[in-house]
C-alpha cells in the first residue's frame, strides 16, 4: 500500500548521518527534515544524532595547544619530582 510507505523512516534514518556531515543537497536535507517534522521517532532520531555529532564535533575541534600540553607535563613531572624527595 502506497500509503503505508509515506512514513519513509528508513529513507531517512539512512540520510540523517549524511544530514548531520552537511553533505547531503539543499533538496534532500527538506526531504529529511519535512519527513523528521512529521516523524516524532525519527525527530527524536535525528536529535540524538545531532547531540552525538556535536559532542564529537567539539572534542575534536579542541585539540590541546602546544603550550597547554606542556605546561600539564611539567606539572607532572614537578609533582613526580616534589614527591620523588
Ligand atoms: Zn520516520
Same mark, same amino acid.
Given at each position: 500500500? #502506497? ?15 549524511? /544530514?548531520? #556531515? ?29 547531540? /552525538?555529532? #556535536? ?17 600539564? /607535563? ?9 614527591? #620523588?624527595?
Amino acid at each position: 500500500m #502506497d500509503t503505508n510507505r509515506d512514513c519513509g523512516c528508513e529513507s531517512a534514518r539512512q540520510r540523517m548521518d549524511i /544530514l548531520i #556531515d552537511r553533505e547531503l543537497t539543499e533538496l534532500e536535507c527538506t526531504d529529511v527534515s519535512a519527513h523528521c517534522a512529521s516523524c516524532e521517532s525519527c525527530q527524536a532520531e535525528i536529535a540524538v544524532m545531532e547531540k /552525538l555529532t #556535536d559532542r564529537f564535533r567539539a572534542a575534536c575541534a579542541e585539540p590541546a595547544p602546544d603550550n597547554l600540553r606542556i605546561s600539564i /607535563l611539567n606539572s607532572i613531572t614537578n609533582q613526580n619530582g616534589i614527591r #620523588d624527595t
